[in-house]
């Protein structure tokens, strides 16, 4: 260039810092805001080739400053922009976590809600329906009257749950009360199975039809526990398709196999 060798001048990566980026492969300047925003890039300050085919001003560091222009220049415009793309707080998956992490501990505060209320009814064997759970019902069962008293003590709770809480996650209908169930069941077994241990046991059936005329066997096992107290703990009812001894036999060795159990530990 006008009869001096001239090139790159990594000093530059200083003085343009945020926005000057120089290809090897094509011996030349680009502006990385400018590319990235390049619908807001005007042909002012050499706007263009920044983008595409690269500026080699290597006598005139003047070119990068007309680039850069005034307050309102597009370089600084698209510069703005890309400030705001980098910026974590701001960007659109981090205001999605943090809305997720606020669904999240909504979610936790309703469902605590729900196991405490299935628990104590669970507890004290009482139903959890009642005859007209509406909004205007005088008493809706339960269920959603102990769930209110909950809420009425704990404003937190309160906030979340009943007319507060999304109407398509209420954790309140009778299939997710029905999982809440299952799922305490299955550990109230895990505790009485552990507390049995080793020992031998006897098993207590009882079989009779339902109202719907189907028959049901429950099974409860007895034992004597480390304290030598004598246990009774129900373990579970199925339904059986008639009361012959082999098909009993057969559902109660199912119904203990289940929780690890075999016929072969029953005494007497
Ligand atoms: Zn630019």
């Known amino acids: 260039m006008s009869g001096?060798?001239?090139?790159?001048?990594?000093?530059?990566?200083?003085?343009?810092?945020?926005?000057?980026?120089?290809?090897?492969?094509?011996d030349a300047l680009y502006c990385l805001p400018c590319y990235l925003f390049r619908s807001s890039v005007g042909k002012k300050g050499g706007g263009e080739a920044f983008i595409s085919q690269g500026v080699k001003c290597w006598n005139r560091k003047k070119a990068l400053d007309d680039h850069v222009g005034g307050p309102n220049s597009s370089h600084n415009v698209a510069a703005r922009k890309g400030e705001d793309l980098l910026k974590q707080s701001q960007s659109i998956s981090s205001v999605l976590i943090r809305q997720s992490d606020k669904a999240k501990s909504e979610y936790r505060t309703r469902l605590q809600a729900s196991i405490t209320t299935t628990k104590v009814l669970l507890r004290q064997g009482v139903s959890f329906r009642g005859h007209d759970e509406s909004e205007f019902s005088e008493n809706r069962g339960n269920f959603l009257e102990f769930l209110e008293v909950i809420a009425n003590e704990n404003p937190d709770v309160r906030s979340v749950v009943l007319e507060n809480a999304p109407k398509n996650h209420q954790l309140t209908s009778p299939k997710i009360q029905k999982d809440i169930v299952r799922a305490i069941a299955s550990l109230t077994t895990k505790e009485i199975i552990k507390d049995l241990g080793d020992a031998f046991f006897c098993i207590l059936v009882d079989e009779s039809r339902d109202v719907s005329t189907k028959e049901q066997m429950a099974v409860a096992i007895r034992y004597v526990d480390k304290k030598c107290c004598i246990i009774e703990r129900f373990l579970g009812i199925s339904h059986v398709t008639d009361t012959k001894a082999t098909t009993l036999k057969k559902e109660i060795e199912s119904m203990l196999g289940l929780h690890g159990l075999s016929l072969s530990r029953i005494k007497g």
Request: proline share 4%.
């Open 4 to 26: 001096f060798n001239r090139k790159f001048n990594p000093d530059w990566y200083v003085d343009y810092k945020t926005w000057l980026e120089y290809s090897v492969a094509k």
